[in-house]
């Protein structure tokens, strides 16, 4: 059971770390200042972690649950990343996003972009799964 909750709180604090590290850069190197497209690098960054969390809980959980385990890590990882990122974006000029950590982006380079309510939503739906792990177990 501490595993899954060290394991979650690990996955939110990376979201949270990406999020200032993607913030400062996307602020700092603008498009027009020619950045290069880091996504790929980043979701291969989150992959790398998310392999190696499911590995440090293989022997915890049966494959059905760390399957399901993994899902609802991924379903909270928006909810944490995306908020932060926009309050970084925010707060580094007032101008953009301002609704801070509740707002949404139609302008991002992400394969995937999901809007507040989304995401709120799916960060419920896995740390309500993930709630359901730990007392399964």
């Known amino acids: 059971?501490?595993?899954?909750?060290?394991?979650?709180?690990?996955?939110?604090?990376?979201?949270?770390?990406?999020?200032?590290?993607?913030?400062?850069y996307y602020a700092l190197y603008p498009s027009d200042k020619g950045h290069k497209n880091l996504h790929p690098y980043f979701v291969a960054i989150r992959?790398?972690?998310?392999?190696?969390?499911?590995?440090?809980n293989y022997f915890t959980l049966d494959n059905t649950l760390l399957t399901i385990f993994g899902l609802c890590?991924?379903?909270?990882?928006?909810?944490?990343?995306?908020?932060?990122?926009?309050?970084?974006?925010?707060?580094?000029?007032?101008?953009v996003y301002p609704k801070g950590f509740w707002d949404s982006s139609v302008t991002s380079?992400?394969?995937?972009?999901?809007?507040?309510?989304?995401?709120?939503?799916?960060?419920i739906v896995g740390l309500v799964g993930i709630y359901l792990i730990i007392i399964s177990i």
């Open 1 to 24: 059971m501490i595993t899954i909750i060290i394991s979650t709180l690990a996955w939110i604090l990376s979201a949270i770390l990406d999020a200032y590290v993607q913030g400062y």
């Open 47 to 56: 992959a790398i972690l998310l392999s190696m969390i499911l590995w440090n």
């Open 73 to 95: 890590l991924c379903m909270t990882y928006s909810f944490f990343h995306n908020g932060v990122y926009y309050w970084i974006r925010h707060k580094l000029d007032n101008k």
């Open 109 to 123: 380079e992400a394969t995937f972009e999901i809007g507040t309510g989304m995401r709120t939503g799916l960060a």
